[in-house]
Structure formats: structure tokens, C-alpha cells
């Protein structure tokens, strides 16, 4: 093993960010790598094998480049740049930060921060229709109406129409105060959150009085046409098959669709089939329609809601194995019926 020493320079005012609290980056990519680095005016000396040694270098001149472009770095972040380091992947942070979507009404670019979201992002400038699938905290919805909100605003479309079902998800609607634009309403706050953080309440307020944006309950679509507009059906794992099918017929010229759904987290009553997973069956072989499968590696949350996904997935595979382990015993056992 040839043992080599490089020399990597940090700018002072990104120091802080690059390294990160108590050095915690710096630890991280020590202990993944197993090379050693020593902080030195200005400069970080790394030590070790040579292929370790040019990944690790790899990493930090990333990470610098991301704080120089304003970013705080983040333990999601140097986890990434270490998995496309190791795992020789073409792609990098720098590529994934460049591809601004809009801004926030306060100025905050938004941008993919994952591969899987570049790649989602790609998909919906691609396609007619996208379907964003993947566990939350991954970005599918706002990400969706982030790209929504620029082709409004850049005359790619004349309205922007989000919806999502309002299924009962251990509440009961009857019992919430008002009418029934108000009783569904709960069930759609998060599409307003995400359009008033985007582009602002007055904004909204203005284009939804004007007719030009629209939030509703999926019920709301039905014998509608809607042609030249940009349509979200979020929280699609909760339709039924006549739902989404009903959903995506009523789809005219010169409009962009995206569907975001996560399979593991259905309202539907026990056995009930989703409408997403009837249309991935149905529709994934179709050219014009793409499909996004973001994972627990994609979610942007807390470092702990990444931990909890992984831990419940792991969970549901183990018992998915005992149930066809079970299975397979059962059938194995001799039938009472076939003996003489």
C-alpha cells in the first residue's frame, strides 16, 4: 500500500462551514477513508493511502465549492460526497447544486440537493407525465411545485391546478367545523405552505382569485379537461384505481402532470389497492410517462427522519420474510384432506 501526503488548501472565512461543528466532517471522512488529516494555517495535510488520499481530496474541494456558493454544509452533505467518492459515481454535489429551479419569495434558491432529486427534476423536464415515488422528507411535492410555480411564471403554462384526495386518515371530516371547502382544507395545507413559502400569500391569494391557481380536493376533477396547465396529485397512494384513472383522463394538450406518493404510508382501508400501484403496473412501460424512485439516501429532512425511514424499511422487509417464510411451511404441511 503506497502511503502518500497532500496538501489541500481551505480558505479561512470556510473553514468553520467545511469542517463543521467539534470538526465533525472532518472526523467523518477520517474514519471512512482511513486517511489523516492535520489543520495547519490555512491549509489541511492529508495523509494515507493514495487512492483514499485523491478521494478525500476530492470531497473537500466539493464541499468548498459548495461553501463558497453560500451553502451550509451539512452532515447529509459529506455522507454524499463520501458514497460518490467510494462508490466512483460520476456525479457530484457541485452539478447537483447548479441546477436552480426558482427562488423562494425571501430569495432562497431552490435546487435539488440529492441525486435522485436531480434526477426527479430531469424527469419533469422530460416528460408529459412524472410519477414521484419515495418515502417522505425525500422532496417529491415540493420540488414538483417549485418546478409548477417557474413555468408559471415563465408563461409555459396558464395555471397551475394541485390537488390531492382528501381520505380520512383516522379522522373523521364530519366532525371538523365549516363547509366543506373548509373540512378538506387540513388536508390540503401543506400544498399552501409550500405556495405561500414560494411565491408569497399575496402572490397566491392574487392568481387564485384570477382563477389561475387552484388547490382542491381530487373529487373536484372530476369532468374537468385541463389543458395548458401544470397539475400536482400529491399523497397519490391514498386514490383508488377509478380515481387515479378518472385523474389522469382528464389530462388536455400543453399540460405537464406530476403524481407523488409514498407506497408505505396508505390510508386506504386493509387489502384496498392503491392507485399508484395499479399505475405503475399499468403505465410503466409507457414511453411519454416517467417514473422517479427516491429513497431514504434522498430525504432532506433531519439526519434522524433519514434514520427512521431506514430503520422502518428494514423492519418491513424482515417481516415481509417471515410471512413468506410462513407461508412456505404452511404449504409444506400435509393435507388431512389428501390422505386415505
Same mark, same amino acid.
Given at each position: 500500500m503506497a502511503i502518500t501526503e497532500i496538501t489541500v488548501d481551505i480558505p479561512a472565512e470556510h473553514e468553520k462551514n467545511i469542517f463543521g461543528n467539534f470538526d465533525e466532517n472532518?472526523?467523518?471522512? $477520517?474514519k471512512s477513508l482511513n486517511v489523516t488529516m492535520v489543520a495547519r494555517d490555512g491549509t489541511l495535510k492529508l495523509v494515507g493511502d493514495t487512492g483514499k488520499v485523491r478521494q478525500a481530496e476530492q470531497i473537500l474541494m466539493q464541499l468548498s465549492e459548495l461553501s463558497k456558493r453560500g451553502n451550509t454544509i451539512t452532515e447529509q452533505n459529506v455522507s454524499y460526497a463520501l458514497s460518490f467518492a467510494m462508490e466512483q459515481k460520476e456525479a457530484d454535489l457541485v452539478t447537483i447544486d447548479s441546477d436552480i429551479v426558482c427562488h423562494t419569495i425571501q430569495g432562497k434558491p431552490i435546487k435539488p440537493k440529492t441525486a435522485g432529486q436531480k434526477e426527479y427534476i430531469d424527469l419533469i423536464r422530460k416528460k408529459m407525465i412524472v410519477f414521484g415515488i419515495g418515502p417522505a422528507g425525500t422532496g417529491k411535492t415540493y420540488l414538483a411545485m417549485a418546478m409548477a410555480i417557474d413555468a408559471f411564471k415563465r408563461d409555459q403554462v396558464e395555471k397551475i391546478i394541485l390537488t390531492r384526495p382528501?381520505?380520512? /386518515? =383516522? $379522522?373523521?371530516? =364530519?366532525?371538523?367545523?365549516?363547509? @366543506? %371547502?373548509?373540512?378538506?382544507?387540513?388536508? @390540503?395545507?401543506? #400544498?399552501?405552505? /409550500? #405556495?405561500y413559502q414560494i411565491m408569497g400569500a399575496e402572490s397566491y391569494q392574487r392568481n387564485a382569485e384570477r382563477g389561475l391557481i387552484e388547490v382542491a380536493p381530487l373529487a373536484?376533477?372530476? =369532468?374537468? *379537461?385541463?389543458? &395548458?396547465?401544470?397539475?400536482? #396529485?400529491? $399523497? /397519490? %397512494? &391514498?386514490t383508488t384505481p377509478a380515481q387515479m384513472k378518472m385523474f389522469l383522463t382528464r389530462i388536455g394538450f400543453g399540460s405537464k402532470v406530476i403524481v407523488t406518493g409514498d407506497l *408505505? %404510508?396508505?390510508? #386506504?382501508?386493509?387489502?384496498?389497492?392503491?392507485?399508484? $400501484?395499479q399505475a405503475v403496473e399499468v403505465l410503466g412501460k409507457l414511453e411519454d410517462i416517467g417514473f422517479s424512485y427516491l429513497t431514504n439516501r434522498d430525504v432532506v429532512r433531519h439526519p434522524l427522519v433519514q434514520k427512521i425511514v431506514s430503520a422502518y424499511d428494514a423492519f418491513e422487509q424482515k417481516e415481509e420474510r417471515k410471512k413468506k417464510l410462513a407461508a412456505a411451511k404452511q404449504a409444506e404441511k400435509p393435507s388431512w384432506k389428501n390422505r386415505d
Open positions: 472532518i472526523k467523518k471522512i $477520517e382528501a381520505i380520512e /386518515a =383516522g $379522522e373523521k371530516l =364530519g366532525f371538523l367545523p365549516g363547509d @366543506l %371547502q373548509s373540512k378538506v382544507d387540513p388536508y @390540503l395545507r401543506p #400544498l399552501y405552505d /409550500a #405556495l373536484y376533477m372530476r =369532468g374537468r *379537461t385541463l389543458d &395548458n396547465s401544470f397539475i400536482i #396529485l400529491d $399523497e /397519490a %397512494q &391514498n *408505505t %404510508q396508505k390510508d #386506504l382501508p386493509f387489502h384496498s389497492k392503491s392507485g399508484l $400501484e
